[in-house]
């Protein structure tokens, strides 16, 4: 059975929730719109207050998810994981309690909406009325949710969160947040009686009651431990991120809302909270754990910039897909690019752990536009070369280059800077191999006769000489003789009558079969016949313009169930699944293998990187592959 007040009123009504706020809108839009003034400005006060509430919470976890700013400063070494996010989903309910609450309060008291805007004595009647009321009140209900009924039944929710982060800060049950009105509603309240309210301490107060909360579940610790050297009698007035992460550890101690004094008086401080905060503040300054795995990704475009976790956490964790409401957000993400391309270098996006080993995902700071400008091309490669050198210098062991990083037009496939720097430690892999094996397991034993455009490319070499062995016709979709004449000499002898060149679409029309490696339109898809499905190793992916075929999605694998901290996707896999160019740089790490996997694809190899993949746990996603035997 539920517990009384466990349960949000309003949980099963997802986004429409927002409607609560419906009512305050409405009133200002009339007054604006009706009655060319104003009026019941509390109305729009409580709006912006929850705007600004919800900006807040948002640049904390914006934040606290940019890793290139903040990994070496992380308390909790762990990701947060999918699990957390999807409990945390909801985590802004008790701004809309507090709005609906604030909204009784001003009807009840019309008199609210003639306060002032500044009465300094209404900071300091705030200021005195927290510390006496607010603080032990909070103090002594938190150690009382930690007994065994109401812990077990309401506050164990809040625990539930493995990670702090800026969101678990409100995650918690209608109970709490109930009490929580009472804290926070006192000093307003008692300043407001008191005759020295005003809109702005009203504002200070919520948000900086929001800040510091915030503060206190970031993760990463932002106050430095010399200002405690300096001013000792400060640390019992404001608590650390370090501190208020002990208490998600142990439960135990340091039970305060913001000022440690009462876990003091209280003998619930932990002994050694300062000596643990003073030990994270001053390793800030050095690397950290180094990673074993490095996945070095680009930037697609515009509206894919947006699907990293510093921007919305919500929308990373969940499929990349164009979403509307998010063109305002278009000119930053213009302008950030232009920024990115005059002044940047490559940085940490992603991190998760698989098997005790941590494995990252590096950013190029270019977007895919830029790697087809030919004055960039030096530029790009020269990040990705610093970035090869620079997981060479911490001691990464594999580092796997992500769709354009390893164009061959661009480097080679990566040879450029194998042969550049022969005494590489590092292994560069462009995971080709397995992308191959990913795409020629989709296709289905009784098939003879596929439909191949970029069929000259590294990948599309590579799967026509293996198709070619297994006596499926490649219909190869190529202007240039020379190319196709030069794949083919490598068949077998006996195969090679398998490779067909043809030079138009039309020449497909009957086959049912396509393997898209090159973009192509509409138009050119039009050629393929009813019923025919696009397998596809380009990006970003064709459009799916046939409601009469089916289109595969980009080659990827779906990563081993021991993974740990995992909480983005990458692109537009789903969750858990990367892709088969980063899985191939997985299975290279996690197999030892000590050579560079660059250039062109090693047909023979395909069946061991295959065999490999599997063997560790890595599992192929399509559906088609899953109905089929996972062997080749």
Known sequence: MVAPLSTWPWENLGLFKYLLYGPLAAKVLYSWIYEDTLKDLWCLHILLICALRGLIHQLWSSYGSMLFLTRNRRIKQQGVDFKQIDREWDWDNFIILQALLASMACLIFPSLDGLPLWNSKGFIALFLL?????????????????ESYLFTHYHSLHHSSPVPHPFTAGHATFLEHLV?????????????????????????YVLAFDFLRCLGHSNVEVVPHEIFNKLPFLRYLIHTPTYHSLHHTEMGTNFCLFMPLFDAMGKTLKSNSWQIHEKISSDSAKYGRVPDFVFLAHVVDITSAMHVPFVFRSFSSIPFSTRIFLLPLWPITF???????????????????LRGRLHQTWAVPRFGFQYFLPFATDGINKHIEEAILRADRMGVKVISLAALNKNEA?????TLFVDKHPDLKVRVVHGNTLTAAVILNEIPKDVKEVFLTGATSKLGRAIALYLCRRRVRVLMLTLSTERFQKIQKEAPADCQNYLVQVTKYQAAQNCKTWIVGKWITPREQSWAPSGAHFHQFVVPPILAFRRDCTYGDLAA??????????GS??????????????????????????????????????DLVWEA??????????STVNKQDNSL
């Open 613 to 622: 993949a599997l063997k560790h746990g890595l599992r192929p996603v399509s």
């Open 335 to 353: 302008m950030v690019m232009l920024i990115m391309w005059a002044w940047s270098k490559t940085f940490l996006i992603t991190f998760y752990n």
């Open 130 to 146: 927290h510390v006496t009321i607010s603080e032990p009140v909070y103090y002594w209900a938190h150690r009382v949710f930690h």
């Open 180 to 204: 929580l009105c009472v804290v926070i509603g006192i000093p307003m309240t008692g300043s407001v009686l008191m005759g020295y309210g005003s809109t702005s301490m009203i504002y200070s």
């Open 569 to 606: 996707c990458e692109y537009t896999m789903e969750r858990g699944v990367v892709h088969a160019c980063h899985a191939g740089g997985v299975v290279h790490k996690l197999e030892g293998w000590t050579h560079h996997e660059v250039g062109a694809i090693d047909v023979d190899r395909i």
């Open 557 to 566: 694998m779906r990563l081993p169930d021991d993974v740990e901290g995992l």
């Open 410 to 414: 661009l480097n080679g496939g990566g």
